[in-house]
């Protein structure tokens, strides 16, 4: 019997393909009691089994590079955690088997993070996949994680552990279909980074059955049960369609009548630049600078360091535009030598440029790093703050890069509603802004953006995210500055049209996104997608607002 699932479309494109679940069973090992003279061989045991984890996601990250390696790293740490390894040495000195203190010690600090609140949601997932391969490894058992098959197939699982999705096969993984997770999750981000089409927190996933055929649309988030023949037809009518769309579709963005759009890539760093490259990107308008603060051993890269990070990065646009964001640390991406430990609610704390004004000497060094990096390239060098709320935070920004001498645009990230609502008196302080709709989303509703819960609130179609997107991109008009979107609602096709619409002046998104979004925005006039933003912004609630913008542009 046919059936139609909904969730949420993270990654473009469609696939039709037998369902094949994540190895995700939980391993439990038995309460086995171990005598006094065992101790020290267990101990080894476990400590041997954690390190051979650890050093086996470093190398897999290494393997994959880009977002998917700060994303392994970071369960390298977790691994590695000297508290987590002391706990699970207590156990072992009081009798447990190696693989039962891993176990308990693990569900110990799973249920503290899951304790903290839904900020720590997001990072469950890959704690427990930490586990499973600890644990895996102790009891001599293969390791959780990809189906074997030779077919290409569509991968289902609860939520995607990054250990695994970063080392996909997108030849033989035909899509991506998630019961949890949100568009800002990992599996989200990595799906598009590996290209394959995904939907996540789609209710039903886990209960498909093993080898039933979907039809997987990463655009509308639909995926269709046992499709019938002419379903699958005019499946893969539509996505034939786009390719041939996509193929016709090259050179810089712009709308059919010639109204230019710069499309940009998000990076995370110099292992990004190729694929923005080939993608046709026409510089750089979000860089993600944390990565290299993760990367780099519980303190801040050195000058030198981040020099050559950055060198890398400008030096592969040339006569292109590179916006440079500053350290976004906090929150979501917490740094144990910045942010403060004990926060009550660390996504309303000191994060973003909060963090730096409090740490000068970081922000001074980042930006004389990149003056220093940007010397004699004649490249278009912008730099940015997150987490900017208000005149006074630009100012203060300003002012930093002003005094490290750098010679380059400053500009603000708007993803604080009241930076948006007085965007206006901003603007005196900066040149441009840059909305991070993902963040702004989270402020707007007030629902963290890493529950998984709460992913009805992060979609970027919300009306009410629209108005503050259509309130900077007016004041920015106003100034005679430029206003870019560089969260995750760029990457929307649809949605970039309608952003275009409401007056926003450049995209950046994952470089993966870049074709599609081109094609769609090569196939529309300004005014059409004026009267989808008016259309959009006029509905009651995201979906309506996709399906208005929707009914819009294909009436005409
Ligand atoms: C682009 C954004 O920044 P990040 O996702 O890195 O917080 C955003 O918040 O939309
Ligand atoms: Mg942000």
């Not at 020099?307 to 916006?323: H, I, T």
Request: hydrophobic share 45%; proline share 6%; charged share 25%.
């Amino acid at each position: 019997m046919e059936t139609t699932l909904r969730g949420i479309g993270v990654s473009h494109g469609a696939a039709i393909g037998e369902v094949r679940h994540m190895g995700t069973a939980e391993l439990e090992p038995p309460t086995r009691r171990i005598t006094g003279e065992a101790v020290p061989t267990e101990l080894r045991r476990a400590r041997q089994a954690v390190e051979a984890v650890a050093a086996d996601l470093v190398a897999r990250g290494n393997l994959a590079g880009g977002e998917a390696q700060a994303v392994l790293e970071a369960q390298a740490m977790m691994a590695r955690d000297p508290e987590l390894i002391a706990d699970v040495e207590r156990r072992i000195a009081v009798g447990s088997t190696a693989e039962r203190a891993v176990y308990d010690a693990l569900a110990a600090y799973r249920a503290l993070l899951a304790g903290a609140g839904d900020y720590l949601a997001g990072r469950v997932a890959d704690l427990d996949d930490v586990r499973n391969r600890i644990v895996a490894r102790l009891l001599g058992v293969p390791m959780p994680g990809v189906p074997n098959s030779d077919r290409p197939y569509v991968l289902v699982a609860r939520d995607l552990a990054p250990a695994d999705t970063a080392l996909l096969d997108p030849s033989l993984v035909l899509g991506f279909l998630t019961e949890e997770g949100g568009p800002t999750s990992h599996s989200a981000i990595l799906a598009r980074a590996l290209g394959v089409p995904a939907v996540v927190a789609l209710r039903g996933a886990v209960e498909l059955a093993e080898g039933t055929v979907v039809a997987v649309d990463g655009s509308t988030g639909v995926v269709t049960v046992d499709p019938d023949p002419e379903q699958r037809e005019e499946m893969l009518r539509v996505a034939e369609e786009r390719r041939a769309a996509l193929a016709s579709a090259t050179g810089p963005g712009a709308t059919s009548d010639g109204h230019k759009v710069p499309l940009l890539a998000n990076i995370g760093g110099p292992a990004d630049v190729a694929d923005a490259v080939e993608a046709g990107a026409e510089g750089v308008g979000l860089f993600r600078t944390e990565f290299l603060f993760l990367d780099s051993g519980g303190k801040a890269p050195s000058e030198k360091k981040q020099v050559e990070a950055y060198r890398q990065v400008l030096e592969a646009f040339p006569e292109g535009r590179v916006v440079v964001r500053v350290l976004d640390a906090g929150a979501d991406k917490p740094l144990d030598f910045l942010t403060p430990a004990e926060e009550p609610n660390p996504a309303l704390g000191v994060r973003g440029l909060r963090t730096l004004l409090g740490h000068p000497e970081v922000l001074r060094t980042q930006l004389r790093a990149l003056a220093r990096a940007a010397e004699g390239l004649p490249v278009y060098l912008e730099v940015m703050a997150p987490m900017v709320a208000d005149r006074a935070d630009a100012r203060a920004f300003a002012d930093a890069c002003r005094d490290a001498g750098l010679r380059a645009k400053f500009g603000v990230m708007v993803e604080v509603p009241s930076a948006a609502l007085r965007a206006r008196s901003v603007l005196q302080e900066v040149e441009f802004l840059s909305l991070g709709t993902n963040d702004l989303a989270q402020y707007t509703f007030a629902a963290d953006r890493q529950a998984g819960a709460l992913a009805r609130y992060q979609d970027p179609w919300q009306p009410a995210l629209l108005d503050l997107v259509a309130m900077a991109a007016e004041a920015a008009g106003a100034e005679g500055k430029s206003c870019g979107v560089c969260g995750e609602a760029a990457s929307d096709p649809l949605l970039a049209c309608v952003l275009v619409g409401l007056g926003v002046t450049s995209l950046s998104m994952g470089a993966k996104a870049i074709p599609y979004v081109r094609a769609e925005l090569s196939r529309r006039t300004m005014a059409q997608c004026e009267r989808a933003a008016s259309a959009a912004r006029a509905s009651d609630g995201g979906e309506q607002a996709r399906a208005a913008a929707q009914s819009v542009l294909s009436g005409e």
